[in-house]
T-cell receptor, first 111, second 114 residues
Framework: GENVEQHPSTLSVQEGDSAVIKCTYSDSASNYFPWYKQELGKRPQLIIDIRSNVGEKKDQRIAVTLNKTAKHFSLHITETQPEDSAVYFCAASGGYSTLTFGKGTMLLVSP | DVKVTQSSRYLVKRTGEKVFLECVQDMDHENMFWYRQDPGLGLRLIYFSYDVKMKEKGDIPEGYSVSREKKERFSLILESASTNQTSMYLC?????????????FGDGTRLSIL
């Protein structure tokens, strides 16, 4: 089955800095890669996703890049703000519309 | 907006009890999923269903079963609860069978087994 590795497990940045979270996947058949943000005590919420026919996607301060050859994808957050502090999960698609999730990255943005 | 509703936010049960966790979605989604979330382990798939009365095992199905009698409702059953099943349980749903649609999550049920 699919295996997703996510790094780093924790990331501390100063407000205004950029943050990058990286994921690798094992199944070359995966074609959909969402990113979720989970604030403390709340549900995971989709923040951005990318499909395998696209190399990069941006939405305001967040962007995702995908390298199918190397089987890795990354989340980039620019001009970080304290409200960006949360746990971020990457995921890769599998059969039957399933997703395999990474173990998560706790991002802490200090004012 | 997609609404996935889990019946309880917090639940305390005793070992050996039969426990039911309920999930309802209001967007006519074909796919429904149950995960458990533990610190440092991320979200792990327990069971999923891609149609009424259909169910498939995920990565960690041992000790659990599921039921999907209606399209909008997906139940997770702990046949005989044990302390190692203390966890946060998340339900999710997604549309269609293309495999490239996001999953929408409920608020979760924090289950404690004493």
């Amino acid at each position: 089955g699919e295996n997703v590795e996510q790094h780093p497990s924790t990331l501390s940045v100063q407000e205004g800095d950029s943050a990058v979270i990286k994921c690798t996947y094992s199944d070359s058949a995966s074609n959909y890669f969402p990113w979720y943000k989970q604030e403390l005590g709340k549900r995971p919420q989709l923040i951005i996703d990318i499909r395998s026919n696209v190399g990069e996607k941006k939405d305001q301060r967040i962007a995702v890049t995908l390298n199918k050859t190397a089987k890795h994808f990354s989340l980039h957050i620019t001009e970080t703000q304290p409200e960006d502090s949360a746990v971020y999960f990457c995921a890769a698609s599998g059969g039957y519309s399933t997703l395999t999730f990474g173990k998560g990255t706790m991002l802490l943005v200090s004012p | 907006d997609v609404k996935v509703t889990q019946s309880s936010r917090y639940l305390v049960k005793r070992t050996g009890e039969k426990v039911f966790l309920e999930c309802v979605q209001d967007m006519d989604h074909e796919n429904m999923f149950w995960y458990r979330q533990d610190p440092g382990l991320g979200l792990r798939l327990i069971y999923f269903s891609y149609d009424v009365k259909m169910k498939e095992k995920g990565d960690i199905p041992e000790g659990y079963s599921v039921s999907r009698e209606k399209k909008e409702r997906f139940s997770l059953i702990l046949e005989s609860a044990s302390t190692n099943q203390t966890s946060m349980y998340l339900c999710a749903s997604s549309p269609g069978n293309r495999g490239d649609q996001p999953q929408h999550f409920g608020d979760g049920t924090r289950l404690s087994i004493l």
